[in-house]
């Protein structure tokens, strides 16, 4: 792992929870409610198709704006995961087979929506012999049908180190196939303790071997360090990301991996100016970012 070299104080400048008393929240973290008519045709389209959206599984704190300006990050395989991370609000179980309806009723939401740049996500499915691969494959093909002229990303799982199952996802030749790391390797046992920070670093490197265009994102405030996140930006640009992705941990609820701190803007803009400093393409990097946050503006 690249050892970045930094004379400022571990988390200079952030609000942190040594204490573990409540922080409160700050001001550039709070969104309106929703109230534009689009969010709420949005919603009702989805719910029409019987889609499922990690903007709402998740809970992300983006979906008024995004709904409202016609945009969703499907979510296909089920609501259901496999996994059980402790940041994440997807409810962890034994999932049912994929549906073969979903990718003709992703397409045809897409299509609805009038989308130019399409991103499907899923739960993990370690219960399936290709991880879900081939329900990927399908729904980018179904989607490349529907909307010739769109682009596509996919927010992947790590397919627990399968060769095959990724190369099934990228003969469907998606635009962009995303992988999270989520945070620094030293979490990994707290955070992600069924994931493997290696294996995730060698999914993109193999995309990116493969002339494919690899993204990646983490969080902060799960008790990281500001080295640490450096850290994790130089093992992607060794890795050969292109795309980046930084944003603040907001803990679903109290049963969830504590909140250690609060990043500032500031903060933010300095972890993007390391990241490009290091040759990353894009680094877009903010307290409300999330892997599919203005996800078009990178196609």
């Known amino acids: 792992m690249t050892q970045p070299n930094s004379s400022a104080p571990p988390n200079a400048g952030n609000e942190s ?19 534009d008519r689009r969010f709420f045709t949005t919603s009702a389209l989805l719910n029409e198709q019987g889609l499922s959206t990690v903007c709402k599984e998740a809970n992300c704190p983006n979906r008024q ?16 995961c496999t996994r059980n991370c402790r940041f994440c609000n997807i409810h962890p179980g034994q999932p049912g087979a994929p549906d073969p309806t979903e990718p003709q009723r992703v397409a045809q939401a897409a299509q609805t929506l009038e989308l ?9 499915r370690d219960d399936l012999a290709d991880g879900g691969s081939a329900q990927f494959a399908a729904v980018i093909e179904a989607l ?3 909307l010739p002229q769109s682009t596509v990303e996919v927010l992947i799982p790590d397919f627990q180190g399968r060769g095959d199952a990724l190369r099934t996802v990228m003969d469907a030749k998606p635009h962009i196939i995303n992988h999270n ?34 993204k990646s994102g983490l969080m902060v405030g799960l008790g990281e360090t500001d080295d640490q996140v450096r850290e994790v930006l130089a093992d992607l640009r060794t890795a050969g990301c ?23 803007p500031e903060q933010f803009e300095a972890y993007a100016a390391y990241g490009k400093s290091l040759g990353l393409k ?18």
């Open 17 to 35: 929870n040594e204490g573990n008393a409540p922080l409160r929240k700050p001001a550039w973290l709070r969104r309106p409610l929703a109230s």
């Open 65 to 80: 704006e995004c709904f409202s300006s016609g945009t969703a990050t499907f979510l296909i395989l089920g609501e259901t």
């Open 116 to 124: 130019r740049h399409v991103v499907v996500t899923s739960v993990t």
């Open 144 to 146: 490349r049908h529907a």
């Open 181 to 214: 790391v989520e945070t620094h390797p030293a979490l990994y046992a707290q955070v992600r303790p069924q994931a493997d920070y290696t294996q995730s670093l060698e999914l993109l490197r193999r995309v990116n071997d493969s002339g494919m265009t690899a």
């Open 242 to 264: 292109s795309i980046v992705t930084i944003g603040q941990y907001l803990p679903p609820t109290r049963q969830h991996h504590r909140l250690d701190r609060y990043v500032t």
């Open 282 to 299: 894009h680094v877009f990097s903010g307290p409300l970012v999330r892997s599919s946050y203005h996800a078009a503006s990178f196609a």
